[in-house]
């Protein structure tokens, strides 16, 4: 059998590998799995995208040393959208694997020998108990939520907050969610937090609770757009159009472009709060790829 692999080093472009699989690794073997590749002078750590693929360009085909992580790093939802941004921004693969697992993640789980990848987190789920005076009803999926009232958008987000059973809440940036958190401190020890200023063990420790689902109310920077959040159902985005960019290396990602691919990829529930919405945003209304649900005074 035949796998293609995403290099996490170097590559040509939007291009994949193709390697054999040896019939002694192929019980151990899922998309998402860290193998060792071998290389010309050394072998080197790079993930399995597909299984069971064609040789289609009759390259010479060499076998997979060795399965490092049989657990899937990364989702199916992260790689299809790995696979389409690539080629939507002409931008080597491998970079934008780069992306969604950063390479502060591989040396830290290696490190532990991937036992932290294996051990199951306990799970606390939070129920917010919210009086917010206000009558929202999300009825249908990907939902643009227009906010015209005398709330401001961070009591709609909690008050969405206290009718999904989890959510991954997405803020522009940090001084953001520590207003959010001063205003509804029942969510600070009740919820996976994530800031852009977290030392790289702060943010290891927090893709694993992520990964896991350890709590089901996960509030963070538009980082959060590149993590495994494959357990859970549904995506809140509250839109600023002072910010539209991921930066990294020397590219830059439209923020909801990537939001746009993983809820497409991930079959996510998708809603996005805004009071001032972008012409993005309004052109997808107008073409119905997005419920338009405005709320007034």
Known sequence: ML???????????????????????????KIGSLVEIPLKYKSSYWIVAKLNVENV???????????TCSTSLLSDYQIETIYSLSSKYFINIHKVLSLFLPKFVIKNLERKSFLDITEEKEKIIFKPNLK??????????NTLVFNQTWLNNLDIIAKICTILEDGIFIFQDNFVIEDFLLKYPSFKKNSIILKDKFTYTKKYKTFLEIYFKSHNFVF?????LKQNFSKYKNIVYLE???YKNIYSYTHKYNNLEILDAISKNGNFNKIIVSSVPSIELMCKVYNKKIWYLELRK
């Open 3 to 29: 796998a293609e692999i995403i290099p996490l080093d170097i590559s040509i472009d939007n291009e994949w590998f193709i390697y054999s699989i040896p019939d002694e690794i192929l019980p151990y073997l």
């Open 57 to 67: 360009r009759n390259f010479e085909i060499r076998d997979i040393l060795n399965v």
């Open 132 to 141: 917010i005076d206000l009558d929202l009803k999300l009825q249908k999926r």
């Open 220 to 224: 963070g920077t538009r980082q959060l």
């Open 240 to 242: 600023d159009s002072f």
